[in-house]
Nanobody
Framework: VQLQASGGGLVQAGGSLRLSCAAS???????MAWHRQAPGKQRELVAS???????NVADSVKGRFTISRDNAKNTVYLQMNSLKPEDTAVYYC???????????????WGQGTQVTVSS
């Protein structure tokens, strides 16, 4: 699965950004997710969404970030509102996939997009 993320950038605290991640694949895409990694910290899950639309959002961003997806386009979005300086990180999208008959399963990652929130 090839994942192409976009939408990162520099924004002031309180602002908004929308990240997009499009998956190109000849396999079936299952759960999709956004993770982030700040300098000196471990990568952490921000939000995930199943193919059926069920979502899971980290407590640190709950009420501010919304994850959604367009299955027809194999694209996942992350709407980020009320951004804080502590949201500064490289954001990575991930997609779980499987082949017909589950002959193959796995997870692939996008290249990451930088989000910087200034105070």
């Amino acid at each position: 699965v090839q994942l192409q993320a976009s939408g990162g950038g520099l924004v002031q605290a309180g602002g908004s950004l929308r990240l997009s991640c499009a998956a190109s694949a000849s396999v079936s895409i299952d759960d999709m997710a956004w993770h982030r990694q700040a300098p000196g910290k471990q990568r952490e899950l921000v939000a995930s969404i199943t193919s059926g639309g069920s979502t899971n959002v980290a407590d640190s961003v709950k009420g501010r970030f919304t994850i959604s997806r367009d299955n027809a386009k194999n694209t996942v979005y992350l709407q980020m509102n009320s951004l804080k300086p502590e949201d500064t990180a490289v954001y990575y999208c991930a997609a779980d996939y499987h082949c017909s008959g589950y002959d193959c399963v796995g997870r692939d990652w996008g290249q990451g997009t930088q989000v910087t929130v200034s105070s």
